[in-house]
């Protein structure tokens, strides 16, 4: 199962909005409604910020919001903020006996 | 409020066998519905599943490392233990555990990660 496809790097000033790709196949990404999204400061654990492609758990500001198009799903930050810079990953449910999932390779978010 | 953390070596010699140990607070592994999975990240890579133990002692293994691959639990301690033999220097990368769920009400699984330890990393060398 090949990674999905993420953009290495984004930028923006705070308070503008950025988005971020994610790009699988009609077997991952395209096929299921199961897409999340990572946010990882570093040193820090990996905090969940979308799930079920457009689903924000509890606690995660409405700034953040999930989306997608067929084999492409994108998370968009409005009102950028410093605290917003970090590493951000999108993963997809492959549909695999194992029920695992496969990850993208991570975009890094700088707030100008 | 739950929390993972994992603990092992920081360098492994080729060939060894590598134990990893997740060590998990604000829930149980023996609740319905409760799952802990392994996630690795080498670097400059992307992240890549490992393997998954079920509240029902079901286990799972990524199909190109199932035969290096072992996963269990012990309940009574919270912790959740990783080994991958015949360690190599591509298996350098920092080691995550991660909580997941399948919804006994719904009765489907979710297909995300909604706790996750900080990593550790872990290097392959002689």
């Known amino acids: 199962q090949s990674a999905l496809t993420q953009p290495a790097s984004v930028s923006g000033s705070p308070g503008q909005s950025i988005t971020i790709s994610c790009t699988g196949t009609s077997s991952d990404v395209g096929g299921y409604n199961y897409v999340s999204w990572y946010q990882r400061h570093p040193g820090k654990a990996p905090k969940l910020m979308i799930f079920?492609?457009?689903n924000r758990p509890s606690g995660v500001s409405n700034r953040f919001s999930g989306s997608k198009s067929g084999n492409t799903a994108s998370l968009t930050i409005s009102g950028l903020q410093a605290e917003d810079e970090a590493d951000y990953y999108c993963s997809s449910y492959t549909g695999s006996s194992t029920l695992d999932v496969v990850f993208g390779g991570g975009t890094k978010l700088t707030v100008l | 409020q739950v929390t993972l953390k994992e603990s092992g070596p920081a360098l492994v010699k080729p060939t060894q066998t590598l134990t990893l140990t997740c060590t998990f607070s604000g829930f149980s592994l023996s609740t319905s519905g409760m799952r802990v999975s392994w996630i690795r990240q080498p670097p400059g890579k992307a992240l890549e599943w490992l393997a998954r133990i079920d509240w029902d002692d079901d286990k799972f293994y990524s199909t190109s490392l199932k035969t290096r691959l072992t996963i269990s639990k012990d309940t009574s301690k919270n912790q959740v233990v990783l080994t991958m033999t015949n360690m190599d220097p591509v298996d350098t990368a920092t080691y995550y555990c991660?909580?997941?769920?399948?919804?006994?009400?719904?009765?489907?699984?979710?297909?995300?990660?909604?706790?996750w330890g900080q990593g550790t990393l872990v290097t392959v060398s002689s």
């Open positions: 079920d492609v457009i």
């Open positions: 991660a909580r997941t769920r399948y919804d006994i009400l719904t009765g489907y699984s979710v297909f995300y990660f909604d706790y």
